[in-house]
């Protein structure tokens, strides 16, 4: 009998090439599936990330033949992880969920500040522009994404993707604190002397 769980996963993506498993290559998903339990153990995520991207709250299911007592499992579980990898939740969850077929929508954020060039450990998490931006015209132009188009001139060859036709909800560029955005673990430090940077909603 095989049981089934809901996690959600938060990791730095800065040491992997990526979420999906790949053979003799550190992707999330061969790092947190070997930490795991005993047993088959298979996971399936909302989506995937390529090299060097960062994840907030990713939604996996975990199919495995051993049970897991979710209340106990998870200090244990985050034990074993690497520290650039956290499990934030873990539930149980029926066997007909799907993350990715279940989704309503996916949000990605790009940080870039133009008022202190990058230093340090954040320079993964914020990207620098130390130059003079004309935000109205890039606002403008963030707004012309949103609606339904097909991106098949930026999908990568060789994809099994079914459709390059995608809807987008909302595209906006936002002044924000970027401790704010990144507030939420320690995993993402961000220097004090970052006062400002912008948020890129897809």
Known sequence: MMNYYKATIQY???????FQWQKDIATIQNVALSALVA??????SASRTDTGVHALEQIVKITSEEEI???SFLDPFNQTLPSDITCLKIEPCS????????????EYRYLFSDTLESRGIEIK?????????NMKAMQDAARMIVGTHDFRNFYSMGSN??????????CELTE???????????????????????LNIW
Request: aromatic share 12%; glycine share 8%.
């Open 12 to 18: 730095d993506g800065s040491n992997y090439f990526g």
């Open 39 to 44: 047993g088959k153990v298979t996971t399936m």
């Open 69 to 71: 007592e979710c209340t």
């Open 95 to 106: 066997g007909s969920f799907n993350p990715t077929l279940f989704s309503s929508s996916k």
């Open 125 to 133: 998490y914020v990207a620098s522009y130390p130059y003079e931006l």
């Open 161 to 170: 993707v079914k459709t390059t036709i995608r809807e987008i909800l909302r």
């Open 176 to 198: 924000v604190d970027p401790h704010s955005v990144l507030i939420n673990s320690e995993l993402f430090p961000v220097s004090p002397d970052l006062k400002r940077g912008f």
